[in-house]
């Protein structure tokens, strides 16, 4: 009788212990069931921020999350909208969580594939899912690509291409800034005057910021396959941390001769599309960094694999990042999670209704470096009234020209 009363009291002393076993069981059973979304409409955004304009996303679910993405890609914003909305057809009813099953329908069920536009609308829908999925989880973004691969993300500063420039974004705690350093004069290249110039401005860059600072310069593309040869050569005593475009995109055999000819790190990336565009280059060791751009090269996923892809060849990535806070959030999403990223394209924009449209949310960075991102999904929210208040306007991008009057590249 009483070896069945100690089993019994044992029994129960037992079963009291696994209560708090099976009780957080059960919680964790509640927060990891299927998130059963659907997806039930889209909605896009166009705001003017002065000289251009920024093309955002919304994504819609029956459960009341929304999602956030952006696609902006000058001069042809209205366009990009429209490319947007065809893609709601395909979208309504679908789980946003199948996000590469989502990619692939939209990427090659139309058939017709590929460019600026197919692709900067499948971008900003693929950010806006990830978004929703974030949310819906409870955790950034980077979480569910592998988690993070760094502490913190090296930043570079956008500025113009004066000394003084350098100066201020070196005392804001940067160690690295880019500028374009080949610029029109009157809206006219001169082919071997803007070379000259553009070696004099380097020049007097490093004499004031020293051996340490790292100089970025972008030539946008503007360069004949004589200039780009005739300023890359030139600038090697200078240790640019990059040149980036020095060629256009449609011709790999043009990076090719330029490659061949100089020392000087190469990049480009910005405007190529998918894995695709990137493989090659990669293979080849044509450049020393690939710059996709998160809100074109086709999303977040499709950039992470382009930096699996550079990992792959010992391939450095730098981010292509000229837009919004969207597109920043989203790149350090991959950056923080992707071992190939060493640097991001960075761009301070603290005007009071930008940190309005965004909920307040904005990139903190320290001695050049941005912490990862710690709130749910991208990270921040969307203001539809800011939005309203800074409706599109078509802005005409400039017109650059060689002497003869023969237009020139961008």
Request: charged share 25%; aromatic share 8%; proline share 5%.
């Amino acid at each position: 009788m009483v070896r069945r009363y100690n089993d019994a009291v044992m029994l129960r002393r037992n079963f009291l212990q696994t209560l708090p076993a099976l009780a957080f069981a059960q919680t964790a059973h509640e927060k990891t069931k299927p998130l059963h979304l659907k997806i039930t409409g889209l909605k896009t955004f166009i705001v003017n921020v002065g000289s251009v304009n920024w093309a955002f996303c919304k994504v819609y679910t029956d459960q009341g999350l929304t999602g956030l993405g952006e696609g902006s890609i000058t001069s042809k914003e209205a366009t990009l909208s429209a490319a947007i909305m065809d893609n709601e057809r395909l979208l309504i009813g679908r789980d946003p969580s199948d996000i590469e099953g989502i990619w692939q329908s939209l990427y090659r069920v139309p058939r017709w594939r590929g460019g600026p536009i197919l692709n900067s609308a499948i971008s900003a829908i693929e950010i806006a899912l990830w978004d929703i999925v974030g949310k819906a989880l409870g955790v950034p973004v980077y979480k569910l690509l592998g988690g993070a691969a760094r502490e913190r993300v090296r930043l570079y500063l956008d500025v113009g291409d004066r000394p003084e420039d350098y100066l201020r974004a070196k005392s804001l705690g940067f160690t690295a800034a880019k500028s374009g350093f080949l610029s029109p004069k009157n809206g006219v290249i001169d082919a071997f005057g803007s070379v000259r110039d553009g070696v004099r401005k380097m020049e007097a860059v490093r004499k004031t910021v020293g051996e340490e600072f790292d100089i970025c310069l972008d030539p946008h593309g503007r360069l004949t396959t004589t200039m780009a040869v005739q300023f890359c050569t030139a600038i090697e005593p200078l240790r640019p941390f990059f040149v980036e475009e020095a060629t256009q995109l449609e011709d790999l055999g043009e990076l090719a001769h330029l490659r061949a000819k100089t020392k000087v790190p190469l990049a480009t990336g910005e405007r190529h599309f998918t894995k695709y565009a990137f493989t090659e280059m990669c293979s080849r060791h044509l450049v020393d960094f690939v710059q996709p751009d998160v809100c074109h090269a086709g999303g977040i996923l499709e950039m992470k694999k382009i930096g699996t892809i550079a990992e792959a060849y010992r391939i450095e990535m730098a981010p292509h990042n000229p837009q919004s806070l969207v597109s920043t959030l989203a790149s350090l999403h991959v950056d923080a999670t992707t071992p190939a990223c060493t640097i991001q394209e960075f761009t301070i924009k603290d005007d009071a209704w930008l940190l309005d449209l965004f909920g307040g949310a904005r990139v903190e960075h320290k001695n050049g470096f941005a912490d990862l991102p710690s709130k749910p999904g991208l990270g921040c929210e969307f203001d539809e009234k800011v939005a309203a208040a800074h409706p599109y306007k078509p802005v005409k991008r400039p017109e650059y020209k060689f002497a003869d009057g023969a237009v020139a590249d961008q």
